[in-house]
């Protein structure tokens, strides 16, 4: 069974950093593209990054360019996002996501993040 | 950016048919998924590439894909399927995942 689990959402400042991991099980992790999708109280999903399997290939929401990082470490099965220079438009659910090229077929049950002082 | 435009809110009553539709420059020509998110809880993938359904989800969703319009449907609505309803696609001109603003679809 696949299992996403998302930790290190948190309160945090306008300006401060905060870095978020996903444990992930279940499947081969470094054969798999991951993605990071977030979601603002009462609003809809928006993708904020994804990277291939091997993490040498990134991509990022223009919303989030130049501030997010997202990495991964295949040996213990783990994705991450770091992210910087935060603001209160960051305020979201995010989720990490089992990202394939028809879509994504699983996700875990997401973590928040609340930017505000 | 590519943009997918997506009717806010859709309501049916429990046994007829639900159509959310999900516009698009051209995007008959990409492949689209859809995404059901009840409240509380994760999305979950209903259909990918326009028309398939991924193991466990039920017959009644369906998708199609033509023209500047992708439609999900879904037939014998249940009260169950009240949800938030997303379309996406990989937009390969600016290396983008894009999701469509939603739809809440609503039993009556």
């Known amino acids: 069974e696949v299992r996403l689990l998302e930790s290190g959402g948190t309160l945090v400042q306008p300006g401060g950093s905060l870095r978020l991991s996903c444990a992930a099980s279940?499947?081969?992790?470094?054969?798999?593209?991951m993605s990071w999708v977030r979601q603002a109280p009462g609003k809809g999903l928006e993708w904020v990054s994804a990277?291939?399997?091997?993490?040498?290939?990134?991509f990022y929401a223009d919303s989030v360019k130049g501030r997010f990082t997202i990495s991964r470490d295949n040996s213990k099965n783990t994705l991450y996002v770091q992210m910087n220079s935060l603001r209160v438009e960051d305020t979201a659910v995010y989720y990490c996501?089992?990202?394939?090229?028809?879509?994504?077929?699983?996700w875990g049950q997401g973590t928040l993040v609340t930017v505000s002082s | 950016s590519y943009v997918l435009t997506q009717s806010p809110s859709v309501s049916v009553a429990p046994g007829q048919t639900a159509r959310i539709t999900c516009g698009g420059y051209?995007?008959?020509?990409?492949?689209v998924h859809w995404y059901q998110q009840r409240p509380g809880q994760a999305p979950v993938l209903v259909v990918h590439?326009?028309?398939d359904r991924p193991s466990g989800i039920p017959e009644r969703f369906s998708g199609s894909n033509s023209g500047n319009t992708a439609t999900l449907t879904i037939t014998r609505v249940e009260a169950g399927d009240e949800a938030d309803y997303y379309c996406?696609?990989?937009?390969?001109?600016?290396?983008?995942?894009?999701f469509g603003g939603g739809t809440k679809l609503t039993v009556l």
């Open positions: 590439d326009n028309s």
């Open positions: 996501a089992k990202d394939l090229a028809y879509g994504f077929d699983s």
């Open positions: 996406q696609l990989w937009d390969g001109g600016s290396d983008h995942w894009v």
């Open positions: 990277t291939s399997g091997s993490g040498a290939k990134t």
């Open positions: 051209n995007i008959g020509s990409k492949s």
């Open positions: 279940g499947f081969a992790f470094s054969t798999y593209a």
